[in-house]
């Protein structure tokens, strides 16, 4: 299947400092990837949609000041946390969308988890 | 209503036992449903789609109800590495990204 990367896949940072992570697909070009987030326990929460060459689209609750996305090539998207509090602290998973003939199918990263101290 | 609900887990069977997992979704909308298996601390990965007709992929069969919203998921003679959480995921109302439910936790035992 289509490989998805994630980096870093962990990373521990001091509140206040901003975070990047990077999302690459592999092996294929994806025009939409989507960053979601979980929480110990919880579901993974969509954040956001990312379209190569516009604005990604912010799901209900979530800043986009404060979660920036940025998807400039047609196989890399990134999410910057800036600002971070603990709060944030979480695992964000990215997902790149592969789409063929009446054939969709997203292919998840090995996810990101944030600790901030 | 949650968007997308599941079974509470955590479910505990021993190696060779029949599991079902039952799911429900609000959005009637919703076209395409799927089965992800998530190990813990990793990323969700496909386990199947799911369709109307219902549909079996070896030790797994997966049934849709479009009527009554309801998806489940029967796993049959459960190995122990089937141990991990299944996420019942619908796709949302545009039907452009993944509503994923809270998950339910499977642990097979020897």
């Known amino acids: 299947g289509a490989v998805v990367s994630q980096h870093p896949s962990w990373v521990i940072c001091k509140s206040g400092t901003s975070v990047k992570i990077e999302c690459r697909s592999l092996d294929f070009q994806a025009t939409t990837m989507f960053w979601y987030r979980q929480f110990p326990k919880q579901s993974l929460m969509l954040m956001a949609t990312?379209?190569?060459?516009?604005?990604?689209?912010?799901e209900q609750g979530v800043e986009k000041d404060k979660f920036l996305i940025n998807h400039a090539s047609l196989t890399l998207s990134t999410l910057t946390v800036t600002s971070a509090h603990p709060e944030d602290s979480s695992f964000y998973i990215c997902?790149?969308?592969?789409?063929?003939?009446?054939?969709?199918?997203?292919?998840f990263g090995p996810g990101t988890r944030l600790t901030v101290l | 209503r949650k968007e997308v609900e599941q079974d509470p887990g955590p479910f505990n069977v021993p190696e060779g036992a029949t599991v079902a997992f039952n799911c429900t979704y609000s959005?009637?909308?919703?076209?395409?449903f799927f089965w992800y298996r998530q190990d813990c601390r990793k990323e969700p990965k496909l386990l199947m789609s799911v369709y109307s007709s219902g549909n079996e992929d070896g030790r797994f069969t997966a049934q849709l109800n479009r009527a009554s919203q309801y998806i489940s998921l029967l796993i049959r003679d459960s190995k122990l590495s089937d141990s991990a959480t299944y996420l019942c995921v619908v796709n949302n109302q545009a039907g452009t990204a993944l509503i994923f439910g809270k998950g339910t936790t499977l642990s097979v035992s020897s």
């Open positions: 997902s790149a969308l592969l789409s063929g003939r009446g054939y969709n199918e997203q292919f």
């Open positions: 990312s379209n190569e060459g516009s604005k990604a689209t912010y």
């Open positions: 959005n009637s909308a919703s076209q395409s």
